[in-house]
Nanobody
Framework: QVQLVESGGGLVQAGGSLRLSCATS????????MGWFRQAPGAERDFVAA????????NYADSVKGRFTISRDNAGNTMYLEMNNLKPEDTAVYYC???????????????WGRGTQVTVSS
């Protein structure tokens, strides 16, 4: 069974940086796409970024392009989200997820982590 565990969230001032991690276990992710979603209070869960595990191709939501970077560590089966120049509107619970290979929008996620809170103060 797939297990995804997020870490690295916290409280940061606007303009600051955080690095989220998603540790994976239970199966190989070579043929999967993995990514990040976020959900602010009272809002829907939105796509943030995705990476195709086997080739490293990436995709980002327009709201985070140029500020966030998604990457993966093949050896450790860990995915990262480097978040720079954070804004108060980035405040949300961030979730990692997996989906079918090649779907860089993760339109049909099949596994989810429990999330990590990111709070950006103004």
């Amino acid at each position: 069974q797939v297990q995804l565990v997020e870490s690295g969230g916290g409280l940061v001032q606007a303009g600051g940086s955080l690095r989220l991690s998603c540790a994976t276990s239970g199966r190989t992710f070579t043929f999967k796409t993995m990514g990040w979603f976020r959900q602010a209070p009272g809002a829907e869960r939105d796509f943030v970024a995705a990476v195709r595990w086997s080739v490293g191709s990436t995709n980002y939501a327009d709201s985070v392009k140029g500020r966030f970077t998604i990457s993966r560590d093949n050896a450790g089966n860990t995915m990262y989200l480097e978040m720079n120049n954070l804004k108060p509107e980035d405040t949300a619970v961030y979730y990692c997820a997996t989906g079918p290979p090649g779907d860089l929008l993760l339109r049909r996620p099949d596994s989810w982590g429990r999330g990590t809170q990111v709070t950006v103060s103004s």
